[in-house]
């Protein structure tokens, strides 16, 4: 059974400070995304990575690949409190190509002002 | 605007109850979801079809069945509801399933919860 852990999964920081979201596996995925949710909303897709070892950035947000693709890094520069929700990882591919995606239990991140 | 949607957003029933939840998506994807979100926000998938057909279906009661009339629309019909079935429902999309790796589109959600 493929899972994702994800950790810290709460997070209250100030405005300005810096932080880092991790996921982690023992099974290799072909990708691993990363989504965004706010309350009474769905999740929405901010970046998927591919490639082991791979490097995104999206403004202050730095993603991650790990070199063997089984672990993930989300972290985030300077945060804001437009940056509060709850975080989600999500693994594709493994074992069976059906389009299913293997979610973490999310970070819920507050960022006080 | 493209999107997926599902309705209701909200819906109180009682046990015992049956009751559907609708989705659609104009996106042109061959590939529809249902996901649950439980109290704790972890996210688990139940079913998925392609192309109107099941190409997923996870371990889930019976009284779930989905309803796929055309690729673009996935329905959700529980029967006899429990209290357990409480649980935020997500519908998603994607191209198709290999190209789940992009990513899903997800719909805002249908808060049900049984009294």
């Known amino acids: 059974t493929q899972l994702l852990e994800q950790s810290p999964q709460f997070l209250s920081i100030q405005e300005g400070e810096n932080l880092t979201v991790y996921c982690n596996s023992s099974s290799v995925f072909s990708s691993l995304q990363w989504y965004r949710q706010e309350p009474g909303e769905g999740p929405v897709l901010l970046v998927t990575v591919v490639t082991g070892g791979e490097v995104k950035k999206l403004k202050r947000l730095t993603f991650q690949f790990g070199d063997a693709r089984k672990d993930s890094s989300l972290h985030i520069t300077a945060a804001q409190p437009g940056d509060t929700g709850l975080y989600l990882c999500?693994?594709?591919?493994?074992?069976?190509?059906?389009?299913?995606?293997?979610f973490g239990q999310g970070t819920t991140l507050q960022v006080k002002p | 605007d493209t999107a997926v949607s599902q309705t209701p957003k909200y819906l109180v029933t009682q046990m015992g109850n049956d009751k559907s939840i609708k989705c659609e998506q104009n996106l042109g994807h061959d590939t529809m979801y249902w996901y649950k979100q439980d109290s704790k926000k972890f996210l688990k998938i139940m079913f998925s079809y392609n192309n109107k057909e099941l190409i997923i279906n996870e371990t889930v009661p019976n009284r779930f069945s989905p309803k796929s009339p055309d690729k673009a629309h996935l329905n959700l019909h529980i029967n006899s509801l429990e209290l357990g079935d409480s649980a935020v429902y997500f519908c998603?999309?994607?191209?198709?399933?290999?190209?789940?790796?992009?990513?899903?589109?997800f719909g805002s959600g249908t808060r049900l919860t049984v009294v």
């Open positions: 998603a999309s994607s191209q198709d399933p290999e190209g789940a790796w992009r990513g899903y589109t």
């Open positions: 999500a693994g594709a591919g493994g074992s069976s190509n059906t389009g299913k995606l293997i």
